[in-house]
């Protein structure tokens, strides 16, 4: 077994062949932002692209920090912009975003330019489609719409491995899961939009239902909540 004394960090330049680097030779290069977050620029939320987003990570001030903190999280909510900032975790500098969230701040490490792939010829394919068409798909989007409500999705891999876990153990017979039929190919698109639209359970209007809501309100006073803050990986 290797001492923890005796392991040293290096470089391999070539095969086989490495360059020493002393503790304190990293210390001399550590970048400023080794000890504090330095803020590049502040940029407009709705031209991030959620495709550079790396990892996620809830952010808490410490005590002496947190009105600063109050007050960036504060600003960024009004003005609707996101900042751009360098930080350094884990002896690794990072880019990061830093967005309101919740009343608090949320760091998401970003994925840099070279990072993210670009595909040929990827993009909207040269067809035409015609108006019907995409009034049927806009009609199918709408009979599908709703709120987003995270709770709703789970793994149901996850879920049917446990199923199948707890039957092998009680020594019972698992029900497999029902494959989708094999679907033919898609001759008439209009058809096929209008099959789906047809096998959707039915809505009732929405004006129907904005007014039933409307009947059930009634005034109440409104106080603004503190948010909680909480520090954990998203």
């Known amino acids: 077994m290797v001492a923890r004394s005796e392991i040293v960090k290096g470089y391999e330049y070539r095969k086989g062949e490495y360059v020493i680097i002393e503790p304190e030779e990293i210390k001399k290069i550590e970048p400023k932002t080794a000890k504090a977050m330095e803020i590049l620029e502040f940029v407009k939320a709705?031209?991030?692209?959620?495709i550079y987003f790396e990892s996620s990570y809830f952010?808490?001030?410490?005590?002496?920090?947190?009105?600063?903190?109050?007050?960036?999280?504060?600003a960024l909510e009004e003005t609707n912009y996101v900042a751009i900032a360098k930080?350094?975790?884990?002896?690794?500098?990072?880019?990061?975003?830093?967005?309101?969230?919740?009343?608090?701040?949320?760091?998401?490490?970003?994925?840099y330019?070279?990072?993210?792939?670009?595909?040929?010829?990827?993009?909207?394919?040269?067809?035409?489609?015609?108006?019907?068409e995409v009034k049927v798909a806009h009609q199918l989007i709408e009979a599908l719409a709703g709120d987003?409500?995270?709770?709703?999705?789970?793994?149901?891999?996850?879920?049917?491995?446990?199923?199948?876990?707890?039957?092998?153990?009680?020594?019972?017979?698992?029900t497999p899961v029902e494959k989708p039929k094999k679907m033919a190919p898609v001759v008439d698109l209009m058809a096929a939009l209008k099959?789906?639209?047809?096998?959707?359970?039915?809505?009732?209007?929405?004006?129907?239902?904005?007014?039933?809501a409307a009947s059930e309100?009634?005034?109440?006073?409104?106080?603004?909540?503190?948010?909680?803050k909480r520090k954990q990986a998203a």
């Open 195 to 212: 099959e789906s639209l047809a096998q959707l359970p039915k809505k009732p209007p929405q004006r129907v239902e904005a007014a039933e």
């Open 46 to 50: 709705d031209q991030v692209d959620p």
């Open 87 to 111: 930080l350094t975790m884990h002896n690794r500098e990072y880019t990061v975003f830093l967005r309101p969230y919740k009343g608090g701040m949320m760091l998401h490490t970003m994925y």
């Open 113 to 132: 330019k070279d990072e993210v792939r670009d595909l040929d010829n990827f993009g909207r394919p040269d067809v035409e489609l015609k108006d019907a």
């Open 59 to 74: 952010v808490t001030p410490e005590e002496a920090g947190r009105r600063p903190y109050a007050l960036l999280c504060k």
């Open 217 to 228: 309100v009634k005034p109440t006073a409104v106080k603004k909540a503190k948010a909680s």
């Open 148 to 174: 987003f409500e995270p709770e709703k999705y789970h793994d149901t891999f996850e879920e049917n491995l446990k199923t199948l876990i707890k039957a092998r153990l009680e020594g019972e017979e698992v």
